[in-house]
């Protein structure tokens, strides 16, 4: 069982449309990170979020950790091909060091032209 | 700046063989983290190393081992390889404070 529960596992949607990653666990998380891979790759870091509550912004990627710092969100905006990948959260909990990252299943988005 | 280095990138070994994989951080990262990827696991967190001391351990068995060097370089070591242990293996290092990993493109093992 993770202990980061991502939805959707997939996501096909066109270029234009918007679509929203959630990042749900039962444990409080110190900080949270967003990361995208593509196949054959290593993850890259998209944001971190350190702060209950916190809203970040990168162009039109949007990012939430949940006030309680249990839960985060990804939002795109007017999705574009270039956002294809497999998108990532991962967390230091509370009680753990933040070099000890748990990871997400993923979620995978394909963008369609 | 050098990304994070993982050499091999690929790499194929025999049941019961041992395998040893390098990793080279990000100049001055002194936090090196390494993971592993399966398609029915994702991505399990194996060791952290922090200034040559391991801070963190996943529950990987005893047959996994890892250290790091004075100059941040990181190796992590695998005996009596099982097929089980086919997969990506990620190393990523992260400066102090910085919450946030920068990861190299991996070394696929495959257990044949």
């Known amino acids: 069982t993770q202990l980061l529960e991502q939805s959707p596992q997939f996501l096909s949607i066109q270029e234009g449309e918007n679509l929203t990653v959630y990042c749900n666990s039962s444990s409080v998380f110190s900080s949270l990170q967003w990361y995208r891979q593509e196949p054959g790759e290593g993850p890259v870091l998209l944001v971190t979020v350190v702060t209950g509550g916190e809203v970040k912004k990168l162009k039109r990627l949007t990012f939430q950790f949940g006030d309680a710092r249990k839960d985060s969100s990804l939002h795109i905006t007017a999705a574009q091909t270039g956002d294809t990948g497999l998108y990532l959260c991962?967390?230091?909990?509370?009680?753990?060091?933040?070099?000890?990252?748990?990871f997400g299943a993923g979620t995978q988005v394909v963008v369609t032209p | 700046k050098a990304g994070v280095t993982q050499t091999p990138r690929y790499l194929i070994k025999t049941r019961g063989q041992q395998v040893t994989l390098s990793c080279s951080p990000i100049s001055g990262h002194r936090s090196v983290s390494w993971y592993q990827q399966t398609p029915g696991q994702g991505l399990q967190f194996l060791f952290e190393?922090?200034?040559?001391?391991?801070?963190n351990k996943g529950n990987f068995p005893g047959r996994f081992s890892g250290r790091q060097f004075s100059n941040s370089r990181s190796e992590m070591n695998v005996s009596t390889l099982e097929l089980g242990d086919s997969a990506l293996y990620l190393c990523?290092?992260?400066?102090?404070?910085?919450?946030?990993?920068?990861f190299g493109s991996g070394t696929r093992l495959t257990v044949v």
């Open positions: 991962a967390g230091a909990k509370e009680t753990d060091s933040w070099g000890k990252l748990q």
């Open positions: 990523a290092s992260s400066g102090d404070e910085d919450y946030g990993y920068t």
């Open positions: 190393y922090f200034s040559e001391t391991q801070r």
